[in-house]
């Protein structure tokens, strides 16, 4: 017994060395790089040929190093709100969206929130932004004139704005509000019991905006639920799982977090007593749903109580909290991955390992592992959140993405809404014959241009034929395929109409009724929504899904 216990002690004593020689040797290489790093700034701020400024390059050195990281380990400065804004999805300023005009080189507004300061300043969308407090904004990028536009709630400043069709510019002062963006923009009964709500990300009280739009769609009748998170790229983790707990019993597990440091390890179970436990809900998910949204999705997938339809979520599984810094910088740093309630992670991307091109690798699914939700359904990790109903998504045209990036169709609705005074309600409004004809017009008149990949796919296979030879026997095909390929402006827009008009009626309902107005209209041509009501529609389908 005596020589068995010197023998393990022995070991582990050996271990104990080899755990403080690693600790030195890590230890030791972190002083080396440092004092290197120091000594190389001292070098340049010596030598340079010009003079270097200190915030400015010491901060591309930082933001180097938190890039070979991961994309969510970020330094913020001192003078940098844009972590509160995240945090508590709010800012002072005047509650508008704002985008850069590439023929004005200016900012312009993109939409007003409703009620906003801006919006009760009377500016519409188009409205380029010409000086704020009488300083030129020709030229400056958004982030810069965001900062101009946003301070302390209360104080003032005058913007002046001019309007298409107006030879003088217009000029008003505008009082800072606290700016709460609004990540609930819609919800209504969609069908006499089926309620629908978008929610858009995760801050302070939005547990409580949801808790209080489930109760008055309850009270209207909504006998069930559908939870659009599409495009939704998380936030507070502490909401989402308060918004699980409206719909999961008190005392749940929804998620659990797995860290280095033991401190970065916690379990979050529901608090509260839910607000309903049995109305049949749909999820419904996208390659955008992210982080919360897919601890949201993947809690209430794992726990039996909701239908999740769509395409496979984004596979965010990391999870950042916030240290503070010397002179009032922050860094949210990424500290634990994140355990949904089957006991599965659903990170996609390794970044500590990258691909040749520089991309993050991400898990196949072939060496994905199995899991089960409550009821014993198969569920996987990696990957994101897989759908138990899965929509392909619409395959479209590129000229759709030059369109949506350009000033061209931008400047089209500006124009639209100039000379229409009023169009038809949200979800109903549709273009006529002659309007879209007047769009395609103007789109032409406007000079705009696009990028067909077929033509490059084209060039390419020229290039390769051509290095390896072939390019003489296949002379004659390639021309032929390139006439074929050969189409025009005129011919697309009207080829693409349906894929197109979305974007233009989408852009238009905005601007009349609102980003909730946008929210409506868009449901009206919306494939995955539509698969919601029907498996909502069909008790038997609805439960044969969750297996019950």
Sequence with gaps: MKRRFRLVLVACMCSLCAWAQKTENHNGSIARNLETFNEIYRQLDLMYMDSLNADTVIGWGINAMLNSVDPYTVYYPEDDDELMVMAQGKYAGMGSIIRFHKKEDRTVISEPYKGSPSDLAGLKAGDVILSVDDKD????????????????????????????????????????????????????????????????????????????????????????????????????????????????????????????????????????????????IVVMVDGGSASAAEILSGS???????????????????????????????????TSRYYIPSGRCIQAYDYRHLNPDGSAKSLPDSLTQLFHTKGGREVRDGGGIKPDVVMEQDTLPTIIYDLAASDALFDYCTHYAQSHPTIAPAGQFRMTDAEYEEFVQFIK???????????????????????????????????????????DLDADLRRFRKDIEPYIADDLVRRYYYESGGCRQQLAKDKVFDKALEILADPSAYRRILGK
């Excluded at 819609?186 to 949801?210: K, N």
């Excluded at 998170?229 to 749940?252: H, M, Q, W, Y």
């Design 137 to 280: 904004t020709k030229g400056m990028a958004v982030s810069t004139v965001s900062n101009l536009l946003r301070g302390e709630a209360g104080t003032t400043f005058k913007l002046k704005v001019q309007r298409k069709g107006e030879k003088e510019p217009r000029t008003v002062t505008i009082t800072r509000q606290t700016i709460t963006i609004p990540h609930v923009p819609y919800y209504g009964m969609v069908r006499e019991d089926v309620g629908y709500l978008l929610l858009t990300g995760f801050s302070e009280t939005d547990a409580q905006q949801v808790r209080a739009a489930v109760m008055d769609m309850k009270g209207q009748g909504a006998k069930s639920l559908v939870l659009d998170l599409r495009g939704n790229p998380g936030g507070a983790l502490d909401e989402s799982v308060d918004i699980a707990n409206l719909f999961l019993p008190k005392g749940t597990k929804v998620v659990y977090t797995k860290g280095k440091k033991s401190a970065a390890n916690r379990e979050y179970y529901t608090r509260l007593e839910p607000i309903d436990t049995i109305m049949p």
């Design 300 to 334: 209430l997938q794992d726990m039996d109580r909701a239908v999740i339809v769509g395409a496979r979520t984004y596979g965010k599984g990391i999870v950042q909290s916030i240290r503070e810094l010397p002179y009032g910088g922050n860094l949210k740093i990424t």
């Design 445 to 487: 008149d406007a000079g705009f241009t696009y990028n067909r990949r077929s033509d490059e796919v084209l060039k390419l296979l020229r290039e390769m034929a051509k290095r390896e030879g072939y390019l003489d026997n296949c002379q004659t095909e390639l021309e032929a395929l390139e006439a074929k390929l050969n189409g």
